[in-house]
């Protein structure tokens, strides 16, 4: 078993639809939550960081942890083409000098106009 | 603020043949990190540099796989000799410090025929 599970999509969704992005994982050590978006023939970008469990909010963008189920989500509010990219989840251990991330999959989005 | 800069953007070798990558990370980023990315996959830590000292090279292919970081600054990755399975877009990335966000640059796309 996958520490961390992604589906891997893809995903298809009209313009102005509510995104909702997920992962699970089975190592409950992992305290801290990220969400990465990446372009085509990009590198990742940080969008969303979170400690345990709880919700965070920044923009259009919310991400959600609940530990008990060991379940992470991202929701994307008025989706825009501009946010099709691919979208994975990270976490890692509060073992700090050693910071490895374990990064899902990824799940590929397309925003249809 | 300059990102995270990496060269070549694109290599095709034969298997058997040597390839090295190189990352410039963001100035006064102190830890360093080199992902492997294969296609329809999330990012694989090989190895992270705290200044220029190694933290973590534990899924590093050490048969193969070499990696330096000189003077702190700049990074190489090595592959010598390549195999097939090595195909893949191999990701630099710096933090400020071990528990800072990760800034990824846009790797480099190694293709091994």
């Known amino acids: 078993q996958k520490e961390v599970e992604q589906d891997p999509g893809p995903l298809s969704v009209p313009e102005g639809a509510i995104v909702s992005l997920n992962c699970t994982y089975s190592?409950?050590?992992?305290?801290?939550f990220m969400w990465y978006r990446q372009y085509s023939r990009k590198g990742p970008e940080l969008l969303m960081y979170t400690y345990s469990s709880g919700n965070k909010e920044d923009g259009r963008f919310t991400a959600q942890v609940d530990k008990s189920s060991k379940y992470i989500s991202l929701f994307i509010r008025d989706s825009q083409p501009s946010d099709s990219a691919t979208y994975l989840c990270?976490?890692?251990?509060?073992?700090?000098?050693?910071?490895?991330?374990?990064f899902g999959t990824g799940t590929r989005l397309t925003i249809i106009p | 603020e300059a990102g995270v800069a990496q060269s070549p953007r694109y290599k095709i070798i034969e298997k058997r043949q040597s390839v090295a990558f190189w990352c410039n990370p963001i100035s006064g980023h102190a830890t360093l990190y080199w992902y492997q990315q294969i296609l329809g996959q999330g990012p694989k830590l090989l190895i992270q540099?705290?200044?220029?000292?190694?933290?973590?090279d534990s899924q590093l292919p050490k048969d193969r796989f070499s990696a330096e970081r000189l003077k702190g600054v700049d990074s190489t990755l090595k592959i010598q000799p390549a195999k097939l399975e090595d195909s893949a877009v191999y990701l630099c990335?710096?933090?400020?410090?071990?528990?800072?966000?990760?800034?990824f640059g846009n790797g480099t796309r190694l293709t091994v025929t």
């Open positions: 990335a710096s933090s400020l410090e071990g528990r800072s966000p990760l800034h």
């Open positions: 990270a976490m890692k251990h509060p073992n700090f000098g050693n910071e490895k991330l374990t």
């Open positions: 190592n409950s050590a992992f305290q801290y």
């Open positions: 540099f705290q200044n220029n000292g190694v933290v973590d």
